[in-house]
């Protein structure tokens, strides 16, 4: 069990078609402040600033901060601001899904997992084969 107790972090795939969704709610509001400041005579830069900086600081935290931590006994789940913790005992299931529903994955290729009293979130390493090799081996070690 020597490399099953290591951290390993996935990072989230990321489909083209959200990659563009969240570029575009990066570039579209930033383009438009500077243009309002630019133009309209007398406006102030400073809220317009720090308006454009929380609007674009979510997307950019999403896209590069999804992502899923084995640890030697839990998987960590990290979108943006949110965290899920799940000990990998409590998992009952891991099945491949495609799906529009929220959840922590930048991607439709994603995983579903069950977990605990009827609890389940879907995401979606980079690595899918390895992410599921790696997790079975924690697992199986806990037995």
Known sequence: ??????????????????????????????????????????????????????????PLWLLFGTSYTLQADKLLIRCGPLKWEILLAEIKAITPVRSFLSSPALSMDRLRIDYGRGMSIMISPQNKEQFLKDIEERRRGLL
């Open 1 to 58: 069990m020597r490399e099953a107790m290591e951290t390993v972090v996935y990072k989230s795939k990321v489909d083209g078609w959200l990659f563009l969704i969240l570029a575009g709610a990066v570039v579209i509001p930033a383009y438009g402040g500077i243009q309002v400041v630019l133009t309209v005579p007398g406006t102030s830069p400073g809220p317009l600033i720090l308006t454009i900086v929380l609007v674009i600081a979510l």
